[in-house]
Nanobody, 122 residues
Framework: QVQLAESGGGLVQAGGSLRLSCVAS????????VGWFRQAPGKEREFVAR????????YYPDSVKGRFTISRDNAKNTVYLQMNSLKPEDTAVYYC???????????????WGQGTQVTVSS
């Protein structure tokens, strides 16, 4: 059974930082692209970052580029999302997901975690 479990969310003031973790089990983790997505109430799920199976390639949308960093440790089956200079508009539930493809659209991702809430106060 494949499981992805996010942790590290919470409440932080604008300008602060959080580091999210995503631990995977039940799959050959090192063969998958891992992405982070977020969804705010009433909005569509938004791509935040992705990292290739080896960790050598990363990609971010302009909304988070320069503030967020994705990394992975395949020995620990874990992907991280370091979020700095947080803004109130970053408030959302953050999800990690795994895909056999190199993709940014959420429909390309096969496995999902339950999400972790990030709230940024102004």
């Amino acid at each position: 059974q494949v499981q992805l479990a996010e942790s590290g969310g919470g409440l932080v003031q604008a300008g602060g930082s959080l580091r999210l973790s995503c631990v995977a089990s039940g799959l050959t983790f090192s063969r998958y692209t891992v992405g982070w997505f977020r969804q705010a109430p009433g909005k569509e799920r938004e791509f935040v970052a992705r990292i290739s199976w080896s960790g050598g390639l990363t990609y971010y949308p302009d909304s988070v580029k320069g503030r967020f960093t994705i990394s992975r440790d395949n020995a620990k089956n874990t992907v991280y999302l370091q979020m700095n200079s947080l803004k109130p508009e970053d408030t959302a539930v953050y999800y990690c997901a795994a895909s056999g493809l190199v993709a940014t659209h959420y429909k390309a991702y096969d496995y999902w975690g339950q999400g972790t809430q990030v709230t940024v106060s102004s």
